[in-house]
């Protein structure tokens, strides 16, 4: 089944950067679409980046070119560099794979903060 494991989160000050990673398995990763969602506190889950199996990518507004999505296939691990952070980009980010739209991570947690 799908499997995918998010990490790299953690407490950064505005204007700071942080690289998330997902780890994918249980399926042929290489010919699926990825995908990071962000769920904040008392909001819906909502799409952030998405990248295709062809390496086309595709970005929510609000990420105004400070974020970029990349995917390594031979180590089956699609990337968020997310650069000038906001206290607004605080949230849980989640991969999803396109294989599954309903399968979840455990997310990580980003927190932006003075």
């Known amino acids: 089944q799908v499997q995918l494991v998010e990490s790299g989160g953690g407490l950064v000050q505005p204007g700071g950067s942080l690289r998330l990673s997902c780890l994918a398995s249980g399926f042929t990763f290489r010919i699926y679409g990825m995908s990071w969602y962000r769920q904040a506190p008392g909001k819906e889950r909502e799409l952030v980046a998405t990248?295709?199996?062809?390496?086309?990518?595709n970005y929510a507004d609000f990420v105004e070119g400070r974020f970029t999505i990349s995917r390594t296939n031979v180590l089956k691990t699609v990337y968020l560099q997310m650069n000038s952070l906001k206290p607004e980009d605080t949230a849980v980010y989640y991969c999803?794979?396109?294989?599954?739209?309903?399968?979840w991570g455990q997310g990580t947690q980003v927190t932006v903060s003075s």
């Open positions: 990248i295709s199996a062809g390496y086309t990518t």
């Open positions: 999803n794979a396109h294989v599954n739209r309903n399968s």
